[in-house]
């Protein structure tokens, strides 16, 4: 009879230091509209052939299946090159950066051995045309970029 006194003890502590409030506003909050739009990120590396003799390799960014921003590394004998693409609703905005290398290829171990020869922001369509005035030497991939990167992940 004791042991049962003490059950029933336990159980009204238990049951009494319960929050209910809090339990209504967690049923409240997973009823908003909102609580099912979460984006869903995606993160795929691609290779483009045709670009460049040692490489080329794109990584790029999806949120809920929609490409909206790339990294794009260009491999070459004597440098290389990054061109990142951020993908806005009527333009994308293009980031370049090229390096040349201090050393011969086989020796570079880290950006120390890489020197700056620029970097430069721009935007350009859908089509690749450049928006604005032009600019000599672009590095102007997005042709062969358009042909192996999907903009949409079905």
Known sequence: MHSRFIYIIIFCLSFA???FAQKQETRQSINKPDFYRIAK??????????ISTEGAE?????VNGKITKSITNIYAGTGQASVVY??????????????????EI???KSDK???LEYKRSYFIDYSGN???????DRIDIFQEFKKIIPFELK
Not at 41 to 50: H, S
Not at 58 to 62: S, T
Not at 130 to 136: A, N, Q, R, Y
Request: hydrophobic share 30%.
């Open 58 to 62: 794109a990584k790029v960014n999806y």
């Open 130 to 136: 450049l928006i604005g005035e032009s600019i000599p």
């Open 41 to 50: 990120d995606t993160l795929v590396t691609y290779d483009i052939e045709g």
């Open 17 to 19: 230091s319960c929050n």
């Open 106 to 108: 086989e020796n570079v």
């Open 113 to 115: 051995d890489m020197k």
């Open 86 to 103: 951020e993908f806005d609703t009527d333009k994308i905005k293009v980031l370049e950066t090229k390096n040349s290398y201090k050393t």
